[in-house]
């Protein structure tokens, strides 16, 4: 019997991983709070629903194995769509949670925790590589949880991702995102400067970056980010004000544990990008932020 899978959030990425497990076999129904990414959906070929309420009525009447994925903006969220009044999940359910927002650890041990007593296996599971990734299935999943619940899960995962890594017991996946973020936000921000630098000094920006690819200079930031920075692509893939969310939870996992003074500049230029009102903008965009400061810019 196919595997029937509700998702919880259609933003680029969310809708990308709805796409993905359609064209992979999946029986799939999709909600997001706003009408206008539903339409969005629905104009793609996903079927939507009105409510994670209803996402689960529909994933009761196709009975079998029920999996409930969720891109969310964070922990307190996601735990509204699954738990809050009119929530996916009520007594008697017991789907199978998988969670591909990136949230505090302990947010996401605790919600495991709950849905676990409820019968529910739950497993974090933030993700990289972005929507193109998710639509490819070629995500690396950073998962987290017990043994049976990622057993529970593995078959969705395995779906939209190229490479799939067990981090530990429940949040395990969590504190993994946070190292990929405090990596992404530290390199978005050097790419950003090697770029405006090489202008700077008289070369040639673009034919710099080919050139650093192929050395050990090389990195996806620099393929990908560094051409939006180039050709002024700051259409949304991921919007700065996700990266600086994600910013404060590695601030308040490493407080007292870690002085991580290379991703605290860098943080710093992303968080100038979100209170100059660049919030919205893909976190390449961060370039801006190098640009004003340097006096130098790409686009001259």
């Not at 409510?51 to 409930?68: D, H, I, N």
């Not at 190229?162 to 973020?181: E, I, S, Y």
Request: with cysteine.
């Amino acid at each position: 019997m196919t595997v029937s899978v509700g998702v919880i959030g259609l933003g680029p990425m969310g809708l990308s991983l709805a796409q993905r497990l359609q064209e992979t076999g999946f029986d799939v129904v999709a909600t997001s709070r706003r009408e206008q990414t539903r339409r969005e959906a629905r104009a793609q070929g996903v079927r939507t629903a009105e409510s994670p309420a209803e996402v689960s009525r529909w994933l009761r009447e196709r009975g079998g194995k029920s999996v409930l994925l969720t891109s969310l903006p964070g922990g307190p969220v996601v735990r509204q769509a699954l738990l809050g009044e009119h929530g996916a999940i009520t007594d008697g359910d017991h789907f199978v949670v998988v969670d591909t927002s990136t949230c505090a650890p302990a947010d996401s041990r605790a919600l495991a925790a709950e849905l676990r007593a409820r019968g529910c296996p739950a497993v974090d599971a933030p993700v990289s590589g972005g929507p193109t990734a998710a639509r490819a299935g070629t995500l690396s999943v950073m998962a987290g949880g017990d043994a049976e619940d990622l057993s529970a899960a593995e078959e969705v995962l395995q779906a939209v991702a190229a490479r799939l890594v067990v981090c530990g017991g429940p949040g395990a996946g969590q504190v993994a995102k946070a190292c990929n973020q405090l990596v992404v936000t530290a390199n978005i921000a050097v790419v950003a400067e090697a770029l405006v630098t090489a202008k700077a000094l008289g070369a040639d920006p673009a034919a710099v970056r080919e050139a650093l690819l192929g050395g050990y200079a090389a990195s996806r930031i620099l393929e990908l980010h560094g051409e939006r920075m180039l050709n002024r692509d700051f259409s949304l893939g991921a919007a700065a004000r996700t990266q600086f969310k994600d910013i404060g939870i590695i601030r308040e996992l490493t407080d007292g544990v870690a002085d991580n003074q290379v991703f605290e500049a860098a943080a710093r230029i992303m968080q100038e990008l979100v209170e100059s009102g660049g919030s919205e903008l893909d976190h390449s965009a961060a370039v801006q932020v190098v640009e004003r400061r340097t006096g130098v810019s790409l686009a001259d």
